[in-house]
């Protein structure tokens, strides 16, 4: 039997999140990479794309101190979400672990994705099922 791959959509992304990996589309025509993933090429619209494992690896791109959360997030107030620039190339938000305070944050910072040990399925799909941490 032929292993359909899953649809390059938001939650196929979160599936693969919750298994531990982080993945993205890369478009088979141009090389761009997505993460989270499209349907189409964002850079020259072809749907020929094909799933990559990234390794979650990149710098700090941007970030901000969260004071005020959504609810889900406010026991965990304040916190910071940074942008990481992937070493593979494509940008990708989240939360940085252990971090409270905007000094504790530079840009180009190395940092790392690690993943929630226990993802609970029932209350899927949920943000995040990942964060990064500092290298
Ligand atoms: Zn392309």
């Known amino acids: 039997m032929v292993e359909v791959p899953p649809p390059p959509t938001i939650e196929s992304f979160y599936k693969y999140i919750a298994e531990g990996k982080l993945m993205g589309v890369k478009c088979k025509r141009c090389g761009r990479i997505m993460v989270p993933p499209k349907p189409l090429c964002e ?25 005020v959360p959504p609810a889900p997030f406010s026991s965990i107030a304040p916190y910071a979400v940074a942008v990481v620039r992937l070493d593979e190339g494509p940008k990708i938000p989240g939360i940085v ?9 530079k840009i180009g910072m190395r940092v790392r994705m690690v993943f929630e040990q226990t993802p609970s399925m029932q209350t899927w799909p949920q943000w995040p099922r990942y964060y990064f941490q500092l290298v």
């Open 43 to 67: 850079n020259c619209m072809a749907k020929d794309l094909e799933w990559i494992q990234l390794k979650g690896e990149g710098e700090i791109d941007s970030f901000t101190i969260i004071h």
């Open 97 to 105: 672990k252990g971090v409270t305070q905007p000094h504790q944050l």
